[in-house]
């Protein structure tokens, strides 16, 4: 352990005695061990903060445990882990829960019980916090795991065609390497638990047979401290009141994007810059009515859906996903019409054109070009049920007290002869200023601001993108942070869609922000676009990297991440004058680490 | 190195300082270019630009909404040319032209000094746009700012031998009093950088020192009986003086102005005196000297009191002249008679004594725009393209197509007709006379509306003149957004000086050739009432008039106003 960092600590009140105790203690650790002791001694802190006894983890050997392995980017998956854990552990078996970049990889060949919830995002990739294990798995390095009894639970959403991709590769990738499966694969799609909830009690069981000995009750360690301790949840919601709701972009602009503010007055509701809320929608109602017309039924006739009696029109509104199309709405709509065309949109084949048609259309696209003899209970059935959408918080507590901003881009498009419209977004821009939205709180770990306040930050976020990058702002001003504060910021034009433009004016006035490099791909005759302004600036930025700045980029995940990545890996190249498969290796690292941090979308 | 000024009791403005700290000129105007954060400059850098003939303006329709939608006001920046005696070439009017579409808010607006001016342009245009006009032989340095402004003459293309001369003269003076600093081609141009070289800092601004001037100095050349430029409302009026078609010299006036502040007795407009005569030999090293004059006195620390009709009043005109014959070496002889016969533009065409024609256009408050069926933008264009003479702005707003063949005529009028330019044809007279500040949405000064406001003030204007038959009555009609008088508001016949949203200062009793100013008759009032005051008097004028009697005569002959006591008109000097 470098030395002048032990002098640090120490000037922080641990005495000397102790402090070459833990540097003996943690010798020969990995980086990624070292991260994983440090978001321990976290947990440990928080608990300690709360009054509670100090939880120590009990390492059970390997062969009597469960470990529940978690890679999340939206938070999904790491719910569905801790509810396992959870459930587990209220049965008696024992059991490590870990976030996949706290797991320590060498201890893989020796797991003999292994339970891994995953998402997919994307065209297929795995969490930021799983790249490195999921790398490690698929790799050559991986060891051969005969001893080895897994289960694995991919989410995804089925509106990507490489839906549960990385699940899938894992699970195959598993019993390649001699492991057996305790349970079926399982591929839970945006309604998480209607797959995850019984997928759980089989695989839970299965595992309780194979450990068998009842042996200590373990504890859970959670990584991190619950920030917040309400009632209110993702299935109980708090229903908050809306203070404003302010379009931010100029008259002249071709999008609409709202700054939202909410009251969390007591909703006993707590948030870090990083976290997200997700809003419960509804659907406008204009496209329910337009359904009703497609398909001529009357909104008002009753259909039972899971033993729920509610009318065609409510179904519609306030149940199902009708804003987004996915795989199982095309199958069903191939089957109730009979049209092969849709069949055979389904095949492998065709992959290229699904994606492209998940990606332009909306179902009432197909609808009506597709006619079908429905029934109103089949077609309920083959929709998905409404899901929250999820916003990155756009202010600081510490700032704002008791409410959460957001920043809301407002999907509303012309396509296929009419009006294209999101759930969430367009509820959002029809919420009078006294308006109330369904709400909670889903804490983002991996996008967190540095713990140490002298470390620098570099934020790249174009678009709506920005809007975590406020909060980041507002809260190191707020705490005194003296780090510096870089923001890479883009849109389509300098006129009308500068987010925030008086704002960060002001924060570079007050020193709060140090640099903004703008980037306005619409503005000139070429298009400049963030990952443009990130070359122009390489050197700096490569020497703020070297001087141990965090990284964090949040935005559109299907370009902008891969371009700017790209872009990340040209700067290293250049200015650290390393091969591109050393920079890629850095910034993998640093991935790891969690001084890159992505929430992309 | 000029004297400083001798009369300074108290602080200097803020303002001199900063001209003072600006390198001639520079301040940070082109790191504030560069900033990408903010489409503005800062307030120093915005006060040093307007030396360069602009400045930052916003969309103030826009101001609102932008604030809540936490985006800062919706900047841009108008840009002036200088273009002395508001000749332009048809070359030059393509470019221009281009640059309303290109760069600015699509129109090009002929300002109350002929010249042109263009709204609208972002911060990243401003620098490739004066290179497009400095590429087409024009500038902008010194179209605004504390220095003498673009230098305007009689737009008066008959007697062209005389108006040759006029112009000459004009040209002279705008180029020789322009400032010398190498800031503009630095900045603007990617001239050479001459930062730094201390040993040349006298060379380079021999007449401006580097504080300039205390406040603008507009200087005007008018050529009898034509008053079209406003001659008495110049710091600097010369009155041409041709005897048996020779220019013998200039009568020279001093100290007019129309600036004010409402509700501040101590500003007011004044007319300028005339002081003498002088040859053309003279003219230079008078005008010169009455600016460094200007320089030396003028009051530094408060603006409101820097322009030379201030000087004037508190030094004494005897004094001014005094000095001013001290500095020459040598004393003026006395003005010569002149007579104006009014300070209107004759629209239509016109044969000059060579046989060439002109056609002067009305262009309603100056703006070339393509509105509907007036599309007036294009009409010049297609002008331009086909035009072989040059055209001519004048101060009241208008635009002269100058030096047309008599075969040409039929075409040029198909042009015109084509675009709805023809209006001059079936005007009444007061729409004719009619001149309006650009006031909102772009000028910060604006309280209230002018330009804007114009179409639709002027047909109920008409209507009351049509119900008293004075339809064709040709009569000043002026608007301004504010006090300060951009638009000559203080010599018409009728004026509109704007103090806040739909309210004005009525103003009434301005004679027809700019040589008295006009009286406040209603304060701080609304259309209605502004209407309901003007139709007793027209019915008054309409039943009493003598033949010829213009409107501000008429309602000081009648006793409608008072004769005025104080501030008197300017001399006219008869023979």
């Known amino acids: ?132 294990l999921f790398e490690f798995i698929a790799g050559k390095r991986a060891p051969k795991l005969p001893s080895l009894r897994f289960a694995v639970l991919g989410l995804g959403d089925s509106s990507y065609p490489q839906f549960c991709v990385i699940g899938r590769q894992l699970d195959q990738r598993l019993a390649e390497l001699g492991g057996t499966r305790f349970a079926p694969l399982g591929e839970a799609d945006v309604e998480v638990e209607a797959v995850a909830t019984p997928w759980a009690e089989h695989a839970l069981e299965q595992a309780r047979e194979l450990l068998k000995q009842p042996g200590q009750p373990a504890r859970v360690v959670a990584l991190h401290a619950v920030p917040s301790r309400s009632s209110h949840s993702r299935e109980q919601p708090f229903t908050a009141n809306v203070l404003a709701n302010q379009c931010i972009v100029a008259s002249g602009s071709l999008r609409d994007v709202r700054h939202v503010e909410l009251s969390l007055e007591g909703s006993g509701l707590r948030y870090e810059p990083g976290d997200a809320v997700g809003v419960w929608p509804c659907n406008p109602p204009v496209l329910v009515e337009q359904w009703l017309d497609a398909l001529q039924f009357d909104g008002a006739q009753e259909v039972t859906h899971q033993g729920r009696p509610l009318p065609l029109r409510q179904w519609l509104g306030r149940e199902r996903e009708i804003t987004r199309l996915h795989r199982g709405f095309i199958a069903a709509l191939a089957a109730a019409g009979s049209h092969d065309e ?59 007290g008791e409410e959460v901003h957001l920043t809301v881009a407002v999907v509303d498009y012309e396509a296929h002869g009419g009006t294209h419209w999101g759930a969430a977004s367009s509820l959002l821009a029809a919420t009078d200023e006294d308006g109330r939205l369904q709400i909670f709180i889903e804490p983002n770990e991996r996008f967190r601001l540095p713990g ?150 | 190195m000029p004297a400083t000024c001798t009369d300074m009791t108290t602080t200097l403005s803020d303002f001199e300082r900063i001209k003072a700290d600006s390198n001639y000129l520079r301040g940070t105007i082109a790191e504030g270019l560069a900033d990408p954060v903010t489409g503005a400059i800062s307030d120093d850098d915005n006060k040093l630009l307007k030396f360069h003939g602009s400045y930052l303006q916003d969309d103030r329709d ?57 709204h609208g342009i972002i911060k990243r245009q401003l620098k490739p746009t004066i290179a497009a006009i400095h590429a087409a032989l024009a500038s902008t340095i010194a179209a605004c700012g504390d220095v003498v402004r673009n230098v305007v003459s009689t737009a008066n293309p008959i007697e062209s031998a005389a108006h040759a001369e006029a112009y000459a003269w004009a040209t002279r003076l705008s180029a020789e009093l322009a400032p010398k600093t190498a800031a503009y081609h630095e900045i603007w141009l990617d001239g050479e950088q001459l930062v730094g070289k201390a040993d040349r800092v006298e060379e380079r601004e021999p007449l401006y020192g580097t504080t300039y001037l205390p406040r603008k100095f507009k200087i005007g050349l008018a050529i009898p009986p034509l008053n079209d430029i406003d001659v008495f409302a110049q710091d600097l009026g010369l009155i041409a003086i041709i005897e048996q078609d020779v ?88 003005a010569r008679a002149h007579r104006f016969e ?63 063949a008599a075969a040409d005529r039929a075409h040029i009028d198909a042009i015109v007709h084509e675009h709805g330019l023809d209006g001059y044809l079936q005007q009444s007279g007061i729409r004719r006379h009619a001149l309006a500040c650009v006031a909102l949405p772009t000028c910060g000064l604006a309280m209230a509306e002018s330009e804007r406001y114009l179409p639709g003030l002027l047909p109920k204007l008409e209507q009351l003149l049509d119900h008293h038959g004075l339809a064709d009555a040709p009569i000043l009609l002026r608007l301004s957004g504010c006090p300060n008088g951009c638009s000559r508001p203080y010599l018409g016949e009728i004026a509109l000086v704007g103090r806040g949203p739909g309210r004005y200062d009525l103003r009434l009793g301005a004679d027809f050739s700019g040589q008295r100013l006009n009286q406040i008759y209603r304060e701080n009032v609304d259309e209605a009432a502004i209407l309901s005051a003007l139709d007793p008097l027209f019915a008054h004028y309409a039943n009493e008039r003598a033949f010829g009697e213009g409107f501000g005569d008429f309602l000081l002959r009648s006793g409608e106003l008072a004769t005025p006591v104080s501030r008197q008109i300017a001399v006219q000097v008869l023979a």
């Open chain 2, 247 to 334: 220019l013998r010299g200039f009568n020279v006036a001093v100290g007019g102005g129309m600036g004010a502040t409402h509700g501040d007795p101590t500003t007011y407009p004044r007319l300028a005196s005339v002081i003498g005569f002088v040859t053309p030999e003279q003219l230079f090293a008078v005008a010169e000297t009455a600016v460094s004059i200007q320089r030396d006195w003028g009051n530094r620390s408060e603006r409101k009191h820097a322009r030379l009709k201030y000087t004037l009043d508190h030094r004494g005109l005897d004094a001014f002249k005094t000095e001013l014959e001290s500095r020459l070496g040598f004393t003026l002889e006395p």
């Open chain 2, 342 to 404: 009014h300070n209107g533009d004759r629209y239509g065409w016109v044969e000059g004594h060579d046989g060439r024609w002109h056609l002067t256009l009305h262009i309603e408050s100056g703006r070339l725009a393509d509105v509907g069926e007036r599309r007036w933008l294009t009409g010049l264009r297609e002008l331009a393209q086909v035009h072989d003479g040059d055209f001519r702005m004048t101060c009241n707003q208008n635009v002269i197509v100058a030096d047309v």
């Open chain 2, 62 to 118: 826009l101001r609102e909404e932008r604030r809540r939608q936490k985006l800062e006001p919706a900047y841009a920046f108008m840009l002036r040319a200088r273009l002395p005696s508001g000749v332009v070439t048809p070359a030059q009017w393509l470019v221009f032209d281009c640059i309303a579409r290109e760069y600015a808010n699509g129109t090009l607006r002929i300002t109350t000094r002929q010249t042109f001016q263009w």
């Open chain 1, 452 to 601: 140490d306040a002298s470390r620098d930050i570099i934020m790249i976020g174009p678009g709506t993108g920005v809007a975590p990058f406020r909060a980041f702002v507002q809260e190191r001003r707020e705490s005194a942070a003296s780090g510096r504060n870089w923001l890479f910021f883009g849109n389509r034009h300098f006129a009308n869609d500068f987010l925030y433009q008086v704002e960060w004016q002001q924060a570079l006035k007050d020193g709060s922000l140090h640099r903004l490099d703008l980037a306005f791909s619409r503005d000139g005759s070429r298009k400049i676009y963030v990952q443009d302004r990130l070359r122009e600036h390489g050197a700096e930025l490569y020497a703020w990297l070297q001087n141990g700045a965090h990284l964090y980029v949040c935005g559109d995940s299907a370009h902008m991440a891969k371009d700017v990545h790209a872009a990340l890996i040209e700067v290293i190249t250049t200015h650290g004058k390393q091969s591109p498969d050393d920079a890629k290796a850095w910034l993998n690292e640093l991935l790891q680490q969690g001084r890159y941090a992505r929430d992309v979308y």
């Open chain 1, 1 to 132: 352990m470098n030395s002048a960092v032990m002098s640090n600590i120490s000037a922080s009140g641990v005495d000397a005695e102790k402090l070459a105790q833990l540097a003996q203690g943690m010798e020969g650790l990995t980086a990624a061990q070292l991260y994983w002791v440090a978001a321990w001694s976290a947990a440990q802190a928080a608990q300690a903060q709360r009054g509670s006894p100090a939880s120590v983890v009990v390492a059970a050997s390997a062969v009597d445990r469960l470990t529940i392995l978690y890679g999340s980017q939206t938070g999904n998956a790491k719910r569905i882990a801790e509810q396992l854990a959870r459930r587990s552990e209220a049965a008696g078996g024992p059991v490590r829960l870990l976030r996949a970049d706290a797991y320590p990889q060498r201890e893989l060949a020796q797991e003999s019980h292994l339970l891994l919830v995953i998402s997919t995002q994307g065209d297929g990739e795995p969490p930021d916090d799983a790249r490195g």
């Open chain 1, 342 to 400: 849709l069949t055979q949109l389904l095949q492998p084949e065709q992959s290229a054109r699904l994606a492209a048609i998940l990606t332009s259309d909306q179902p009432i696209d197909l609808l009506r070009r597709y006619p079908a003899a429905w029934q109103p209970q089949a077609l309920v059935a083959a929709l998905r049920p409404l899901s929250p959408r999820l916003y990155s918080i756009a202010s600081s507590p510490k700032a704002v």
